[in-house]
């Protein structure tokens, strides 16, 4: 067992009393106060995370949008810069190694950031894509004549693009909520924001600083709400903290742990790794086929992308009472018969009822098909319906 790590942002944690747990081989904090305050905190005004654990790549080069439109199974090379798309890493069989955000910061060089379990499996598909992927020889002509002057590609290798794992340089920090714009625009030390507020979309990002340093200010978030995740160096961590923590306290923000983050992604329909996402599974059955661009000429994972017909798929259940599903809990019938298994449960701050997410045989996907969970031996009546369970109100 490796030693547990810690973000930059520790010693606030401690300071303010949370309750920490291991994620991803990070000690992370799972609470402050209470998980339903920190839940409506961020469905009513707003919510502080410290997500610094996430992994951050920077690809670059003249092929990069290139190598990602290969190792990715969207379309990246036609998204602009300044904005930013979900996107999938799949592997030859075609299951899913990551799901990820990439953001474009200029036309040859990207910002690809993945989830904390899964970084060194990341960068083992980058590494291994990179050798694969066509060279620029043979895709451009002839190859140099020996001595002559090596280009930027060449410094690159002839594949023209580089990946480089950047995560323990920066910390990355999430406000979400109803009044994250305000809260930030407010907060001391953010300068030179490069797109006016009242412009800045969804899953776009602007450049800024932060007394002085480089911050990528991005308008994306993991809860449903509207908010901001802020990447900075490390080193900037907690002064960045302390700021927000002052410019929020007029609107009412609060620290949010990993157990609020987890109902909030799960009323908002958002897929976990490890619980809705595996290597197991086929991006078409957890709803993700939009984001994989068949008519690629090439990407890694193309040729088993497509799951069997009678492969599960993934729904949203709504249960009767109070008692929640959790993961591992079965989905049957009246009769008792299994028709899939819960990934995903609680019982909703928001809604107020039990909600989960579950894979299901797909003769009992349809919505407002009558089911049962099977809890801890109870048969709980539920009923499969569409995802997300909460949207919030633009």
Known sequence: MSDPRYTPLRERHEALGASFTDFGGWQMPVRYTSDLAEHHAVRQSAGLF???HMAEFLVTGPSAAEFLDYALAGRLSTMSVGKAKYSLILSEAGGIVDDVIVYRLAEDRYLVIANAGNRGYVDAAFASRVRS????????GPPRVEGEERSFAGFLGDRGVDVEDVSDSFALLAVQGPAAEAIVAATEGITDVGTPWAEQKYYAWADA???????????????GEDGFELLVPGTLAPALWDALVVAGEPHGLVP??????????LEAGMPLYGHELSLETRPAQAGLGRVVVSDKESFIGKDAVDAAPDAPVLVGVVAEGKRAGRAGYAVVDAEGTALGEITSGALSPTLGHPIAMAYVTPSSAEEGTAVFLDVRGTKIPATVTALPFYRRTK
Do not use: M, Q, V
Not at 133 to 140: A, G
Not at 256 to 265: C, K, N, P
């Open 209 to 223: 600083r932060f007394l002085g340093e480089p911050l990528l200010l991005a308008r994306t978030g993991y809860t």
């Open 133 to 140: 992927f066509p060279s620029l020889i043979e895709r451009e």
């Open 256 to 265: 949010a742990g990993l157990a609020a983050r987890d109902t909030l992604r």
């Open 50 to 52: 410290d997500i610094s």
